[in-house]
DNA sequence: AATATATATCGGTTTTTTCCGATATCCCAA
DNA sequence: TTGGGATATCGGAAAAAACCGATATATATT
């Protein structure tokens, strides 16, 4: 875990509310029809709430993954993101001990 | 608190450094004559061990404390600086709760 | 009052980040 | 096999961050 891009990709306003929305999709979002929300939201709904380009959310998304945020699934042409909770515990331990 | 200020704060290497250094000021810097460490470490320490310019460590201990996460004790001519371990208390209960 | 030392602030250059539009890729359906 | 929808990638303009040197301010000493 790289201390230093975890949080690089934490200070963003709206990376931050993305990770905010993917806590609760069923809150945050429309219902899926497919899939529910076992493999989290995709990138359409999350950009269309965000209010930024497809081309931006598509971006801060991959940001997020690379920090280990994260996780997608491709399943057919849409791209589900779920957030990595193990990654934010472990995050928590960081600051604890290490930070 | 402001989660976005904080994750800011954050990143950037030589901040992430200097909290750290702060966690064992002991260890990590040369003994202070009148004040011992209860007051922290004075800017020109971190100055000398981080390797930057003055006006660049003083930025950045500027930067810390209006995230909340230093805190500083003017003493004479001297800026001791100190982490404020309960704002990464908090900063951790941020992470389980709000993020 | 003059000087010296520690820190803060200001102005500027370079690098990084933020966001966009355009285009490419991938997958599905007809 | 072609067209359309979803996502990724690329190139770039504008804003922010990372530094720096010069200068200002505050305190202590003489």
Redo the contacts with the bound molecule.
Sequence with gaps: MDQLEIF?AL????RLQILQWLKDPELNFPEQEVYGFENGV???QI?QKAG?????I??Y???LQRAGLVE?T?V?????YKRNEAAFAALTKIIEKEL
Excluded: H
Aim: glycine share 8%.
């Design positions: 690089k200070s963003n306003k709206s995709c990138v359409g950009q930024l380009t497809q081309s931006t598509s971006e998304l991959s940001t997608s491709r057919g042409q849409w791209t589900y």
